[in-house]
């Protein structure tokens, strides 16, 4: 074997292990990322049944029903246009409430949202930036006229 040859091959081998790395590290990145839904889009069937992701919007006032004797929760988070069902079991952020805009993350199981953390807004003037852009062109039905 030639040296030309010899080095064309240990080249080949260093491009084929930097890809397999990259391959690896990529579908590592990706199976880490959680992306975020709307309420819109999860009931369009956009969002995965089955794997983690986060939904967000505004609580609908009157929805949040607590289980007696448990830490179970159930709220209907909506974006003005569709609404998605949670189940939360574990205690809530101080400051949730009903009317507020919040972050779960969780799974799609049969239409309802199972949440394993519920994140809350932290002052009157945030607004997590997914929930505020899937709002942006939405009204709530109060100021409907």
């Given at each position: ?43 369009a069937g956009v969002a995965p049944v089955g794997k983690t992701f986060r939904v967000g919007g505004m609580v609908t006032k009157g929805s949040v029903q607590r ?79």
């Amino acid at each position: 074997m030639t040296p030309r040859r010899k080095r064309m091959l240990a080249v080949g081998g260093v491009l084929l292990g930097v890809g397999a790395a990259a391959a690896l590290a990529f579908k590592a990145f990706d199976k880490n990322l959680l992306y975020f839904y709307d309420p819109s889009q999860v009931a369009a069937g956009v969002a995965p049944v089955g794997k983690t992701f986060r939904v967000g919007g505004m609580v609908t006032k009157g929805s949040v029903q607590r289980a007696p004797g448990s830490l179970e929760v159930r709220f209907v988070l909506t974006d003005y246009a569709h609404t998605v069902t949670v189940s939360y079991t574990g205690l809530l952020p101080d400051l949730f409430r009903e009317g507020q805009g919040v972050i779960a993350h969780g799974q799609l199981h049969d239409g309802l949202f199972v949440a394993d953390e519920v994140l809350a807004k932290h002052d009157e003037k945030y607004m997590p930036p997914e929930v505020a852009k899937s709002l942006k062109h939405a009204t709530p039905p109060e100021d409907r006229t």
